[in-house]
């Protein structure tokens, strides 16, 4: 097989495509053929060895696949050679084949194609539990979502969407602006040209939002939390503007809000069955059009230092995807 490798934590850059054998799956483990894999910004975090999780060296990162089963482990029962999958790896998913355990695997409806499939484990999935298990989201509250041209941003804003909430979409430009109203915003703030607490103030009659998604924290989480609601929700999702804020510890005091921390990837390994849940719900909504996740850029395995270059510098909108064959 063919596969981008990090053998030492470096800039993107630093990566080859080499050719390795073709794994073979224990026996709880199944042996994907990637046909397409979604880029993250973790991703891009885990080669530079600044994620929360530093994996042996080497390592191919890539932590979503979609493909079809190339071979099953011995004890590997509900799952078929040939059958459409997606997956949550970890790691491993940006080559043309990789290992995923079997209940990480997830049969994949015809109705959903396989590049639209690789953006939902991760991304989806994150904003899934953020929203559904996390903030407990209703319909008729107000959802504020940060970055919300991004990948987990606008899976937020469709997922918001599709729960019944009225979505307001902060982003940092007009095009994002555009791209967020496509994808069910009923607002939009570009905080680069636009004041968010006074905005926000305007769009919610005073009161502020209910919740706040917040992937990038940074400059903007002081302002997003001073403008929440009172028993408002702020989702602590990521830090993709640079950053980890420091709020001072009196404004959930005086806003009555909770600070609600959102870690997917330990939630999947707790509990695999509310994860499947979220996810099973997720491809039905696809599936029924009710939402179309924006693969806005498709990459060969060889360009995939680019794929994550362009996460790291914020040019992407809805997700990329690497396409091995």
Same mark, same amino acid.
């Given at each position: 097989?063919? %596969? ?14 080499? *050719?390795?054998?073709?794994? $073979?799956? #224990? ?10 894999? /979604?880029?993250?910004?973790? *991703?891009?975090?885990?080669?530079? #060895? ?18 079809? !089963? ?5 004890? @590997? ?34 109705? !959903?194609?396989?590049?639209? %499939? %690789? ?12 929203? @559904?298990?996390?903030?407990? @989201?209703?319909? #008729?509250?107000?959802?504020? =979502?940060? /970055? ?19 979505? !307001? ?18 607002? @939009? !703030? ?16 005073? %009161?502020?939002?209910?919740? $706040?998604?917040?992937? =990038? ?20 999702? /990521?830090?993709? /503007? ?28 707790? *509990? ?48 990329? =995807?690497?396409?091995?064959?």
């Amino acid at each position: 097989m063919r %596969a981008l490798t990090c053998e030492a934590f470096d800039v993107p850059e630093a990566l080859r495509v080499q *050719d390795t054998p073709d794994p $073979v799956p #224990g026996p709880a483990e199944v042996l994907i053929a990637v046909r397409a894999a /979604g880029v993250n910004y973790p *991703d891009a975090l885990m080669v530079m #060895g600044q994620y929360q999780v530093r994996p042996p060296l080497p390592f191919t990162p890539g932590a979503e696949a979609a493909g079809t !089963i190339a071979a099953l482990g011995s004890a @590997v029962t509900t799952l078929h050679v040939g059958q459409r999958v997606m997956a949550f790896t970890g790691t491993g998913a940006f080559a043309t084949h990789v290992l995923a355990p079997a209940a990480a695997v997830m049969p994949l409806p015809d109705a !959903i194609d396989f590049e639209a %499939a %690789a953006t939902l484990p991760l991304a989806f999935g994150t904003s899934m539990h953020a929203l @559904v298990d996390r903030a407990r @989201v209703q319909a #008729g509250e107000t959802l504020f =979502v940060l /970055g919300a041209a991004g990948g987990v941003g606008l899976a937020a804003v469709m997922i918001g969407r599709a729960l019944g909430a009225r979505v !307001i979409a902060g982003v940092s430009s007009a095009d994002k602006a555009e791209v967020a109203r496509a994808h069910g915003a009923d607002a @939009v !703030i570009d905080y680069a040209s636009e004041n968010l607490r006074d905005h926000l103030r305007e769009l919610t009659g005073g %009161a502020g939002p209910d919740v $706040v998604f917040d992937p =990038v924290g940074d400059a903007l989480a002081e302002p997003a939390f001073r403008s929440i609601a009172w028993g408002g929700r702020y989702l602590v999702v /990521g830090f993709a /503007g640079g950053e980890i804020p420091r709020l001072p510890w009196n404004l959930p005091l005086l806003k009555g809000a909770s600070i609600v921390g959102v870690f997917w990837g330990e939630f999947a390994r707790r *509990d695999p069955a509310g994860n499947a849940r979220n996810m099973g719900q997720l491809a039905a909504w696809v599936a029924e059009g009710t939402m179309t996740p924006l693969v806005s850029v498709r990459y060969p395995l060889e360009r995939g230092t680019e794929a994550l270059r362009a996460l790291l510098e914020r040019r992407v909108m809805g997700k990329v =995807v690497l396409v091995p064959s």
